[in-house]
T-cell receptor
Framework: AQSVTQPDIHITVSEGASLELRCNYSYGATPYLFWYVQSPGQGLQLLLKYFSGDTLVQGIKGFEAEFKRSQSSFNLRKPSVHWSDAAEYFCAVGDGSGNTGKLIFGQGTTLQVKP | EAGVVQSPRYKIIEKKQPVAFWCNPISGHNTLYWYRQNLGQGPELLIRYENEEAVDDSQLPKDRFSAERLKGVDSTLKIQPAELGDSAVYLC??????????????FGPGTRLTVT
């Protein structure tokens, strides 16, 4: 069965510091992978996605993520965090083989940014 | 362009009462999703529509939950009767429906339900 694990429930970084949010997935075939961000009272917004090809993908707001098949990981990174990045981040895996449009989300990582 | 619209944004009801949530997807989006997000968790799919057809309702608790999308546009999710464990945020999302798993899903702000 598909599953997504985000090992860090809560992360605090200083503004201007680099950020890495971890995501591990379990999926039998080639996964479609997504990162979403959710600000308080807002819906989820797509940051970036990976389907195939180059394993380093660029997203909005200066985020990037790297797909590592050998580690079943899709970690999200940002070189310099801004206070406005404080939010909850969700990794999700999509049904790449069945093409059903179904997404399985991880439990999320809450990012706090210190001034 | 307008995003996904949901109403109400907040709802407080007593257990055993009925409740309904409404969603209007982005214009032209054929696929509509209802998710439930429990506190501290990621969203979980309840039901997915392609136009007016429910193509995946395997996670919908059918004894008390129902949904409809009669004209393939807006949708209503209903709970009757509500239980304490139904307290959660109910999210609606939509996508074009052309690429299925490659489609970007656009999420509404959600309805926060509190059952007392």
């Amino acid at each position: 069965a598909q599953s997504v694990t985000q090992p860090d429930i809560h992360i605090t970084v200083s503004e201007g510091a680099s950020l890495e949010l971890r995501c591990n997935y379990s999926y039998g075939a080639t996964p479609y992978l997504f990162w979403y961000v959710q600000s308080p009272g807002q819906g989820l917004q797509l940051l970036l996605k990976y389907f195939s090809g180059d394993t380093l993908v660029q997203g909005i707001k200066g985020f990037e993520a790297e797909f590592k098949r050998s580690q079943s990981s899709f970690n999200l990174r940002k070189p310099s965090v801004h206070w406005s990045d404080a939010a909850e981040y969700f990794c999700a895996v999509g049904d790449g083989s069945g093409n059903t449009g179904k997404l399985i989300f991880g439990q999320g990582t809450t990012l706090q940014v210190k001034p | 362009e307008a995003g996904v619209v949901q109403s109400p944004r907040y709802k407080i009801i007593e257990k055993k009462q009925p409740v309904a949530f409404w969603c209007n997807p982005i214009s032209g989006h054929n696929t509509l999703y209802w998710y439930r997000q429990n506190l501290g968790q990621g969203p979980e799919l309840l039901i997915r529509y392609e136009n007016e057809e429910a193509v995946d309702d395997s996670q919908l608790p059918k004894d008390r939950f129902s949904a409809e999308r009669l004209k393939g546009v807006d949708s209503t999710l209903k709970i009757q009767p509500a239980e304490l464990g139904d307290s959660a945020v109910y999210l609606c999302a939509s996508s074009l429906g052309l690429l299925a798993s490659r489609d970007e899903q656009y999420f509404g702000p959600g309805t926060r339900l509190t059952v007392t």
